[in-house]
């Protein structure tokens, strides 16, 4: 079965999704994720969805469910590039996605994603000094 | 109204629910719909197809291009001789399931489309039409 | 009845889940934890659940309760270790563990504990200055 | 389908809520269950069978291993002859207990399983079934 790739980029993983992704493509991604997740200690997962045309509530449950699991094990998720049209409707099907941290590209989603470390590693220094 | 005759689909596998949306863009398109609502109906058909599929065994859906006072149109007729639903009302409720789903299907697709209808027989089959309008 | 060992690390409590708990188990396991740290003034509690196979809503309760408890008497709890499988198959169940904070391995879990400690000592200092 | 002849456990106590959930796991592995779908059947197996001892007073529960359509699964059937449940629905619902507990059993291991049947009459006992496919 084919899978979509992940890509580690410093401390964080990348995924960008291009592909009309059927049901069990969706799932492998989230488990394939996942272990990435635990083996690599990535802090961070940042999943590209400029190029989806609908989100619909599967899949919106699996980027929900993604940053679930992510948050469990100690890595923050954010969703870039939502299109506008994608937006309008996943509010009308009712999906909410509150669960899902989202920014409109991927440099602002690793700013994102970096200021979250940065609060974290702040302490650190602070500690130190 | 004036319908070009329907193409049928058949829906028995995770990636017919892929073609069904390429299929429903295609002819959203061709209709001349915006955006936004091409988005809308291919959602719409995304989550009926998965219903069609997960819980009614299989099946499949009729799409036609439709034409009404100067408007064109898709709609959209999903059927299957699955178990049928017991209790509309309450299937079409947002956040009721009897599976793994969010339970916004069916209540989401009556709101992305501008018609919706549903029919089920308990032990015969369910039948959903959608339609969006340009 | 058999209990599981609690061990001090510096201002810390260490306890190794190795073996698949019964209930009572671990509501004694709560309980011991409890007056551990009460008695030794201890400021953090990682809980390493890297050897369990699964996590149950029972289990997640009691995590959810220690680390609600250990709150109360000014320690933190952090769980480190959760297998991949194990995150899915929580978020699936409905657990999500918002209570507890989490780190990919005991080294992480330490510099998360230290580093909170930190931020207090500085609230602290801050405010005697 | 066929099915294995199943073999009966009793739960009687909490130690034998984790002799359950052994016996799922070496079972999930020999139906060839992936590690995901063997951590989701042990888990919910743990919360159905802590509901029979807790709630039902006790029961038992049948590991099946089945076959259909070339698919191998595991199918866990627990029963108890305990109180009974009286609205199944509410029991169903996230966060509901008319105990401890989270009120996550009973929902989230449907979520955890491909197939979900339960049965409870008042009085008479609760019988709850949970199928894993591979
Ligand atoms: N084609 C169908 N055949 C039988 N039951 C159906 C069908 N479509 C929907 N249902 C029932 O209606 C419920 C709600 O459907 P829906 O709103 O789409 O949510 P979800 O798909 O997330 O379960 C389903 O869980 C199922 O019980
Ligand atoms: N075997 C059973 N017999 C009687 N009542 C049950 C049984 N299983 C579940 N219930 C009822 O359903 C409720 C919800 O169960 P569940 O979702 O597993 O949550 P919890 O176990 O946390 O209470 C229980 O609190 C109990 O009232």
Redesign the interface.
């Known amino acids: 079965m084919e899978r979509i790739p992940i890509l580690a980029m410093g401390k964080a993983l990348l995924i960008t999704i291009q592909v009309?992704?059927?049901?069990?493509l969706a799932l492998a991604l989230e488990e394939d994720l996942t272990n990435r997740i635990a083996s690599t200690g990535a802090r961070g997962v940042l999943i590209d969805i400029s190029s989806l045309?609908?989100?619909?509530?599967?899949i919106?449950?699996m980027l929900d469910n993604i940053a679930a699991v992510s948050r469990v094990l100690d890595a923050e998720t954010v969703v870039v590039g939502m299109?506008p049209?994608?937006a309008?409707?996943l509010v009308?099907?009712?999906?909410s996605l509150t669960g899902v941290k989202t920014a409109l590209n991927v440099e602002r989603g690793m700013a994102l994603l970096r200021s979250q470390c940065a609060t974290r590693r702040g302490t650190h220094d602070h500690r130190r000094g | 109204m004036t319908t070009a005759e329907g193409d049928v689909f058949a829906i028995r596998?995770?990636?017919d629910?892929?073609i069904v949306?390429?299929e429903v863009?295609a002819r959203a398109v061709k209709a001349g719909l915006g955006?936004?609502d091409?988005?809308?109906i291919?959602?719409a058909a995304?989550?009926l197809a998965?219903n069609t599929l997960d819980y009614g065994g299989g099946g499949t859906v009729v799409m036609e291009a439709i034409e009404a006072n100067g408007r064109r149109g898709v709609r959209l007729t999903f059927e299957d001789h699955g178990p049928g639903i017991a209790d509309i009302e309450l299937a079409m409720k947002?956040g009721y399931t009897s599976g793994?789903?969010?339970g916004?299907?069916l209540?989401?697709?009556r709101?992305?489309a501008n018609e919706f209808f549903i029919e089920s027989r308990i032990g015969e089959g369910t039948k959903v039409v959608i339609t969006r309008w340009k």
């Open positions: 009309d992704m059927h049901d069990r045309e609908i989100v619909d509530s599967f919106g449950r299109r049209a994608v309008i409707t009308e099907l009712g999906l | 596998t995770s990636q629910v892929v949306r390429q863009r955006l936004v091409q988005t809308k291919i959602t995304s989550e998965r947002d793994q789903g969010l916004l299907g209540g989401g697709s709101r992305l």
